[in-house]
């Protein structure tokens, strides 16, 4: 299993140059699909999408398909992720997009497909891989209404808690010193990680891929 988990998707060269090591063949050989659907429940401007995909495109992938798997049925999500090698799960409400991996039925099918595809996240598309959202955390750090507080499993795939975002000026709270504090009222493990940094799995074994800032709690 293979996955790369970004705050801010591929946004420079060390994150596009461990994609291309994850998937073993160039880009121009690579269908993508790219997943939006957390951000159907964040508020305000999305250039942000914009920016992620204009990032894919630059790297020449084969094909870009878009796939809302809260927009279609199972019938026809399922196909179009199947043709992709990478599936890129993008950014946005981290609770709302975990109850519809689990509602679509992408949670049942997902660890199968990742014997054989790589998994790239974006924000909450990298949250939900962990062993948990703690929505109440989410809420404090990024001063958010939780779509579904709710729901606070996670796919379990890594053995802790991803918070993207740090030093970002959005986010006031996401800095080292209020993270160290607030470690000690949530103590599960979790990685807190800039735009410039990125979470390389391989079978378990995590590998931290990163031209910026990033920090490892309890």
């Not at 063949?25 to 993508?32: A, D, I, T």
């Not at 927009?71 to 999500?77: L, Q």
Request: aromatic share 8%; hydrophobic share 45%; net charge negative.
């Amino acid at each position: 299993m293979k996955l790369l988990l970004t705050s801010a998707g591929l946004s420079n060269k060390s994150i596009s140059d461990a994609l291309l090591e994850l998937a073993g063949r160039p880009f121009s050989e690579l269908n993508l699909a790219f997943i939006p659907t957390a951000a159907n429940a964040a508020m305000g401007d999305k250039s942000w999408i914009i920016n992620d995909l204009v990032n894919c495109k630059k790297l020449g992938f084969k094909a870009i398909d878009i796939v809302d798997i809260s927009a279609i049925s199972k019938e026809r999500w399922l196909p179009r992720l199947q043709a992709a090698e990478v599936l890129l799960v993008e950014g946005g409400d981290a609770s709302y997009l975990m109850h519809w991996i689990e509602e679509s039925g992408l949670k049942e099918i997902l660890p199968e497909m990742l014997e054989t595809k790589v998994y790239v996240g974006i924000s909450a598309g990298s949250m939900v891989m962990g062993r948990g959202l703690d929505s109440d955390m989410v809420g404090e750090l990024y001063s958010e209404v939780v779509a579904n507080p709710e729901e606070d499993d996670g796919m379990g795939i890594i053995d802790a808690l991803i918070r993207p975002h740090l030093n970002s000026p959005d986010y006031p709270k996401m800095n080292l010193d209020y993270l160290e504090k607030i470690s000690k009222e949530f103590p599960d493990t979790f990685y807190a990680i800039d735009d410039n940094t990125a979470i390389k799995v391989v079978d378990g074994n995590v590998e931290v891929i990163s031209e910026g800032v990033w920090k490892k709690f309890n």
